[in-house]
């Protein structure tokens, strides 16, 4: 089946401009996670959805980083007044849920470049 | 805090040569343990996996690894690697205290395998 799919794959903005990245995760998952990496780094988590609602959001660095999953599918993240040390590339994951169903599954990321 | 460490940032070998990734966690409570590779300019894929029963696990493509837990170690060995094996290696823990199943991931090692 189709697996986690992400759009944009790049994104090129300015300096304080707003940004939106969509994730859409496997069908059936209820658990969405979002993570960012920044070169030579790993994976570093910002944000969890079980459900529509964000259960944990303790890894979102300031105020200017917001996401939603409006209907429990679809999630987006939002980026205000982009700074440069944004740019990393970000990563969405999708899962069953808690216990053993925890294994996340991985999109191709999208790349966001602030000039 | 909880943490993950992947003790060798770069291992260089050639092909058909043995290997071992070491990664090491920082918890005293249950984990759920994982190997994730990535190839250049691509998304994470899972390629192993921890979650309950026996110890050493196997993926389809000849990789293993241990969870030791007195050792808090998951080391990733394969017995002979081919070209085809050269990318970015991250090992990645969840920690039940959690509830979230958030991934905390290491830094990454770098598996450059030579002719």
């Known amino acids: 089946g189709a697996g986690v799919s992400q759009t944009p794959s790049n994104k090129v903005t300015e300096k304080g401009k707003y940004v939106e990245l969509r994730c859409d995760p496997i069908s059936g998952h209820t658990a969405l996670y979002w993570y960012r990496q920044s070169l030579g780094q790993g994976p570093e988590f910002l944000i969890y959805?079980?459900?529509?609602?964000?259960?944990?959001d303790s890894g979102l660095p300031n105020d200017r980083f917001f996401a939603v999953r409006p209907e429990g599918s679809v999630s987006t993240l939002k980026i205000q007044r982009t700074e440069r040390g944004d740019s990393a590339v970000y990563l969405c994951?999708?899962?069953?849920?808690?216990?053993?169903?925890?294994?996340?599954?991985f999109g191709p990321g999208t790349r966001l470049l602030v000039l | 805090a909880q943490s993950v460490t992947q003790l060798d940032s770069q291992v260089p070998v050639f092909e058909e040569a043995p290997v071992e990734l070491r990664c090491n966690y920082s918890s005293s409570v249950s984990v759920y343990l994982f190997w994730y590779v990535q190839y250049p300019n691509q998304g994470l894929q899972l390629l192993l996996k921890?979650?309950?029963?026996?110890?050493l696990v196997e993926s389809i493509n000849g990789f293993e690894a241990e969870f030791n837990k007195s050792q808090t170690s998951f080391h990733l060995r394969k017995p002979s690697v081919h070209i085809s094996d050269t990318a970015e290696y991250f090992c990645?823990?969840?920690?039940?205290?959690?509830?979230?199943?958030?991934?905390?991931f290491g830094q990454g090692t770098t598996l450059q395998v030579k002719p």
């Open positions: 994951a999708s899962s069953l849920g808690g216990g053993e169903r925890v294994t996340q599954y």
């Open positions: 921890y979650l309950s029963g026996s110890t």
């Open positions: 990645a823990v969840s920690f039940f205290s959690s509830n979230t199943g958030k991934l905390i």
């Open positions: 959805f079980q459900g529509t609602g964000a259960a944990d």
